[in-house]
Protein backbone atom coordinates (compact mmCIF):
# COMPACT_ATOMS: atom_id res chain seq x y z
CA UNK A 1 0.00 0.00 0.00
CA UNK A 2 1.38 3.58 -1.07
CA UNK A 3 2.35 5.78 1.97
CA UNK A 4 0.23 8.68 0.81
CA UNK A 5 -2.58 8.87 -1.42
CA UNK A 6 -1.40 10.36 -4.86
CA UNK A 7 -2.18 13.84 -5.75
CA UNK A 8 -2.50 12.73 -9.54
CA UNK A 9 -3.01 9.31 -11.01
CA UNK A 10 -2.78 8.85 -14.63
CA UNK A 11 -4.53 5.26 -15.48
CA UNK A 12 -3.75 3.71 -19.02
CA UNK A 13 -3.83 6.88 -21.21
CA UNK A 14 -5.09 6.85 -24.85
CA UNK A 15 -4.56 10.25 -26.48
CA UNK A 16 -4.97 10.59 -30.60
CA UNK A 17 -4.54 13.22 -33.26
CA UNK A 18 -7.41 12.16 -36.09
CA UNK A 19 -5.95 8.37 -36.69
CA UNK A 20 -2.56 8.71 -34.97
CA UNK A 21 -2.46 7.50 -31.36
CA UNK A 22 0.03 10.07 -29.41
CA UNK A 23 -0.28 8.28 -26.39
CA UNK A 24 -1.54 5.06 -25.53
CA UNK A 25 -1.52 3.16 -21.97
CA UNK A 26 0.34 5.52 -19.99
CA UNK A 27 0.15 5.66 -16.43
CA UNK A 28 1.62 7.80 -13.81
CA UNK A 29 1.11 8.95 -10.63
CA UNK A 30 2.45 12.16 -8.41
CA UNK A 31 2.16 11.89 -4.55
CA UNK A 32 2.21 15.29 -2.93
CA UNK A 33 5.15 17.51 -2.86
CA UNK A 34 7.21 15.28 -5.17
CA UNK A 35 9.06 16.86 -8.19
CA UNK A 36 8.07 13.93 -11.03
CA UNK A 37 9.96 14.44 -14.30
CA UNK A 38 8.85 13.14 -17.57
CA UNK A 39 11.34 12.80 -20.59
CA UNK A 40 11.67 11.77 -24.33
CA UNK A 41 13.02 12.71 -27.26
CA UNK A 42 11.24 15.07 -29.51
CA UNK A 43 7.51 13.52 -30.67
CA UNK A 44 7.47 11.20 -27.67
CA UNK A 45 4.44 12.92 -26.60
CA UNK A 46 5.46 14.76 -23.36
CA UNK A 47 3.77 18.13 -24.27
CA UNK A 48 0.56 15.62 -25.28
CA UNK A 49 0.83 14.18 -22.01
CA UNK A 50 0.31 17.77 -20.31
CA UNK A 51 -1.83 19.33 -22.27
CA UNK A 52 -4.20 16.41 -21.89
CA UNK A 53 -3.51 16.64 -17.91
CA UNK A 54 -4.41 20.47 -18.52
CA UNK A 55 -7.51 19.32 -20.21
CA UNK A 56 -6.60 21.19 -23.17
CA UNK A 57 -6.84 18.35 -25.01
CA UNK A 58 -9.29 15.66 -24.74
CA UNK A 59 -8.41 11.70 -24.08
CA UNK A 60 -10.03 8.71 -25.88
CA UNK A 61 -9.63 6.39 -22.91
CA UNK A 62 -7.93 5.72 -19.72
CA UNK A 63 -8.37 8.01 -16.65
CA UNK A 64 -7.09 10.88 -14.57
CA UNK A 65 -7.79 11.64 -11.02
CA UNK A 66 -6.69 14.88 -9.25
CA UNK A 67 -6.96 14.58 -5.43
CA UNK A 68 -9.20 11.42 -5.83
CA UNK A 69 -11.70 13.06 -8.40
CA UNK A 70 -11.76 12.17 -12.00
CA UNK A 71 -10.27 15.50 -13.72
CA UNK A 72 -12.71 17.75 -14.81
CA UNK A 73 -12.92 18.31 -18.90
CA UNK A 74 -12.39 22.11 -18.67
CA UNK A 75 -9.77 23.69 -18.56
CA UNK A 76 -10.77 26.75 -16.21
CA UNK A 77 -12.45 24.12 -13.85
CA UNK A 78 -8.83 22.07 -13.75
CA UNK A 79 -6.82 25.15 -12.61
CA UNK A 80 -10.24 26.16 -10.09
CA UNK A 81 -9.09 22.54 -8.70
CA UNK A 82 -5.38 23.99 -8.31
CA UNK A 83 -3.44 22.54 -11.78
CA UNK A 84 -1.62 25.13 -13.63
CA UNK A 85 0.87 24.31 -16.68
CA UNK A 86 3.21 26.66 -17.80
CA UNK A 87 3.15 25.55 -21.76
CA UNK A 88 6.70 25.61 -23.83
CA UNK A 89 7.08 28.47 -25.71
CA UNK A 90 6.01 31.04 -22.57
CA UNK A 91 3.35 32.81 -24.30
CA UNK A 92 3.36 35.56 -22.21
CA UNK A 93 0.80 38.57 -23.38
CA UNK A 94 3.63 40.62 -25.25
CA UNK A 95 1.81 44.09 -24.99
CA UNK A 96 1.19 43.41 -21.47
CA UNK A 97 3.37 44.90 -18.75
CA UNK A 98 4.79 42.24 -16.04
CA UNK A 99 2.60 43.15 -13.89
CA UNK A 100 -0.63 42.52 -16.06
CA UNK A 101 0.54 39.45 -17.11
CA UNK A 102 1.33 38.28 -13.78
CA UNK A 103 -2.59 39.67 -12.65
CA UNK A 104 -3.93 37.68 -15.20
CA UNK A 105 -2.69 34.45 -13.47
CA UNK A 106 -4.75 35.29 -10.61
CA UNK A 107 -7.73 35.72 -13.12
CA UNK A 108 -9.69 32.41 -10.91
CA UNK A 109 -9.29 34.70 -7.21
CA UNK A 110 -11.37 37.04 -5.94
CA UNK A 111 -9.08 38.21 -2.78
CA UNK A 112 -7.37 41.07 -3.55
CA UNK A 113 -5.27 40.78 -0.43
CA UNK A 114 -3.83 37.34 -1.16
CA UNK A 115 -3.49 37.94 -4.37
CA UNK A 116 -0.92 40.83 -3.67
CA UNK A 117 0.70 38.49 -1.02
CA UNK A 118 1.23 36.09 -4.20
CA UNK A 119 2.64 38.73 -6.02
CA UNK A 120 5.15 39.53 -3.75
CA UNK A 121 6.07 36.19 -2.98
CA UNK A 122 6.78 35.72 -7.05
CA UNK A 123 8.34 39.02 -6.94
CA UNK A 124 10.77 37.17 -4.04
CA UNK A 125 11.14 34.34 -6.30
CA UNK A 126 12.19 36.05 -9.13
CA UNK A 127 13.71 39.65 -8.32
CA UNK A 128 13.88 40.58 -12.03
CA UNK A 129 10.38 40.34 -12.45
CA UNK A 130 10.20 43.17 -9.66
CA UNK A 131 12.96 45.32 -11.80
CA UNK A 132 10.61 45.05 -14.52
CA UNK A 133 7.26 45.32 -13.68
CA UNK A 134 5.88 48.35 -15.53
CA UNK A 135 7.93 47.13 -18.74
CA UNK A 136 5.63 44.80 -21.47
CA UNK A 137 6.04 41.45 -21.64
CA UNK A 138 7.59 41.42 -25.50
CA UNK A 139 11.03 43.45 -24.34
CA UNK A 140 11.62 41.13 -21.72
CA UNK A 141 14.33 38.79 -22.70
CA UNK A 142 13.75 35.02 -23.07
CA UNK A 143 14.98 34.31 -19.44
CA UNK A 144 12.87 36.92 -17.74
CA UNK A 145 10.01 36.05 -20.17
CA UNK A 146 10.16 32.42 -18.76
CA UNK A 147 10.38 33.69 -15.18
CA UNK A 148 7.23 35.47 -15.92
CA UNK A 149 5.13 32.49 -17.22
CA UNK A 150 6.25 31.04 -14.02
CA UNK A 151 5.58 33.77 -12.20
CA UNK A 152 2.17 33.95 -13.70
CA UNK A 153 1.15 30.56 -13.18
CA UNK A 154 2.08 30.77 -9.54
CA UNK A 155 -0.12 33.08 -9.41
CA UNK A 156 -3.38 30.58 -9.42
CA UNK A 157 -1.70 29.19 -6.08
CA UNK A 158 -1.87 25.90 -7.91
CA UNK A 159 -1.67 22.80 -5.84
CA UNK A 160 0.25 20.97 -9.06
CA UNK A 161 2.60 23.07 -11.32
CA UNK A 162 3.44 21.38 -14.62
CA UNK A 163 6.14 23.04 -15.96
CA UNK A 164 6.66 22.13 -20.42
CA UNK A 165 10.15 22.77 -21.20
CA UNK A 166 11.46 25.34 -18.75
CA UNK A 167 14.75 25.52 -20.02
CA UNK A 168 14.03 25.45 -23.80
CA UNK A 169 15.92 28.26 -25.45
CA UNK A 170 17.90 29.44 -22.30
CA UNK A 171 21.38 30.48 -21.51
CA UNK A 172 23.14 27.77 -18.71
CA UNK A 173 23.23 30.71 -16.14
CA UNK A 174 19.43 31.35 -16.71
CA UNK A 175 18.82 27.80 -16.63
CA UNK A 176 20.47 27.23 -13.30
CA UNK A 177 18.35 30.02 -11.99
CA UNK A 178 14.96 28.79 -13.10
CA UNK A 179 16.12 25.24 -11.85
CA UNK A 180 16.98 27.08 -8.42
CA UNK A 181 13.56 28.28 -8.45
CA UNK A 182 12.38 25.08 -8.82
CA UNK A 183 14.16 23.24 -5.80
CA UNK A 184 13.02 26.29 -3.85
CA UNK A 185 8.66 26.13 -4.66
CA UNK A 186 9.49 22.21 -3.80
CA UNK A 187 11.52 22.77 -0.63
CA UNK A 188 10.49 25.59 0.91
CA UNK A 189 6.96 25.79 -0.03
CA UNK A 190 6.40 21.93 -0.63
CA UNK A 191 4.88 22.76 -4.16
CA UNK A 192 4.01 19.52 -6.04
CA UNK A 193 5.43 19.60 -9.76
CA UNK A 194 5.34 17.89 -12.99
CA UNK A 195 8.31 18.77 -15.12
CA UNK A 196 8.70 17.63 -18.75
CA UNK A 197 12.26 18.65 -19.83
CA UNK A 198 14.21 17.41 -22.64
CA UNK A 199 17.49 17.84 -21.04
CA UNK A 200 16.95 14.47 -19.28
CA UNK A 201 20.45 14.80 -17.29
CA UNK A 202 18.86 18.50 -15.42
CA UNK A 203 16.05 16.96 -14.84
CA UNK A 204 16.94 13.41 -13.72
CA UNK A 205 19.26 15.31 -10.89
CA UNK A 206 16.32 17.64 -9.74
CA UNK A 207 13.51 14.99 -9.52
CA UNK A 208 12.66 12.55 -6.69
CA UNK A 209 10.99 10.30 -9.47
CA UNK A 210 11.13 10.15 -13.41
CA UNK A 211 9.27 8.41 -16.38
CA UNK A 212 10.77 7.64 -19.62
CA UNK A 213 8.28 8.03 -22.22
CA UNK A 214 9.01 6.44 -26.18
CA UNK A 215 6.99 6.84 -28.92
CA UNK A 216 3.95 7.53 -26.65
CA UNK A 217 4.63 4.64 -24.13
CA UNK A 218 6.02 4.78 -20.59
CA UNK A 219 9.30 2.22 -21.34
CA UNK A 220 10.81 3.08 -18.02
CA UNK A 221 10.37 4.94 -14.65
CA UNK A 222 12.39 5.17 -11.18
CA UNK A 223 14.21 6.78 -8.88
CA UNK A 224 16.17 9.95 -10.95
CA UNK A 225 19.02 9.23 -9.44
CA UNK A 226 19.21 5.54 -10.38
CA UNK A 227 18.04 6.21 -13.64
CA UNK A 228 20.93 9.12 -14.00
CA UNK A 229 23.08 5.81 -13.97
CA UNK A 230 20.84 3.51 -16.17
CA UNK A 231 22.77 2.51 -19.33
CA UNK A 232 19.64 2.67 -21.42
CA UNK A 233 19.22 5.99 -20.57
CA UNK A 234 22.73 7.33 -20.69
CA UNK A 235 22.88 6.16 -23.70
CA UNK A 236 19.57 6.87 -25.40
CA UNK A 237 19.07 10.43 -23.36
CA UNK A 238 22.79 11.59 -22.28
CA UNK A 239 24.33 10.95 -25.19
CA UNK A 240 27.34 8.66 -23.07
CA UNK A 241 27.92 4.95 -23.29
CA UNK A 242 30.21 2.92 -21.65
CA UNK A 243 32.03 3.37 -18.61
Not at 28 to 57: F, Q, R, Y
Not at 80 to 100: C, K, N, Q, W, Y
Not at 122 to 138: D, I, K, S, T, W
Request: with cysteine; charged share 20%.
Amino acid sequence: MPATTPMLEVNNLYVHYGGICALHQVSLHVDPSEIIAVIGANGAGKSTLMKTIAAVKDFTSGSIQFMGMPLKKDPYKVVMDGITLVPEGRRIFAPLSVRENLLLGAYTRSDRQEVAQTMEEVLELFPRLRERLHQRGGTLSGGEQQMLAVGRALMSRPKLLMLDEPSLGLAPIIIDTMFEAITRLNQQMGLTILLVEQNASLALELCHRAYVLKTGHITMEGNGRELLEDERVRSSYLGITGG
